[in-house]
């Protein structure tokens, strides 16, 4: 009989939006249920800056406040629903990139959960970040939608 492979350090890849949310009560309930540490990181994107905003100091340090402040109350909803060791992670740059050239392995994940993020054009049914991860990380990933 083949059991149920069980989790040491779940990684969440959360935003704001819906798919992020998701995400994040998955892995909560994920690393609940395997006694793992929960590993939560999100990110600042200058690219999604526009160009005006992108040269305007006030407005990248707004945006930079505005992911580290999502970050501590995904911290602490994490800590509310009763994991016990969760580490919160600030990154800058391109996701799934990100994640799999340096966050996997420097956060020790034996499984990556992130939300299948649409947006319209050729990857609408399956988003490039997660996509990107998916097919690069020597782990497991989850991806919710």
Known sequence: MV?????????VAVDDSELGQLA?????????????????????????LNTFDALDKDKIQAAESKVEEDL??????ALDAGV?????????????????KHIISEAH???????AHSKPGVRAYFGSQSNYVANH????????R
């Not at 149920?4 to 350090?9: M, V």
């Open 137 to 144: 990380a020597d782990v497991t990933v989850m991806i919710v």
């Open 109 to 115: 994940a034996d499984l990556v959960v992130m939300g």
């Open 72 to 77: 501590k109350g995904f911290q602490k909803q």
């Open 3 to 11: 059991e149920p492979k069980r989790f040491k350090n779940v990684l």
């Open 24 to 48: 994040l009560v998955n892995a909560i309930h994920q690393a609940e249920e395997d006694g793992a540490k929960l590993t939560i990181v999100s990110f600042f994107e200058p690219s999604e």
């Open 84 to 100: 016990e060791d969760v580490q919160p992670i600030y990154a800058v740059g391109e996701p799934g990139e990100q994640l799999v």
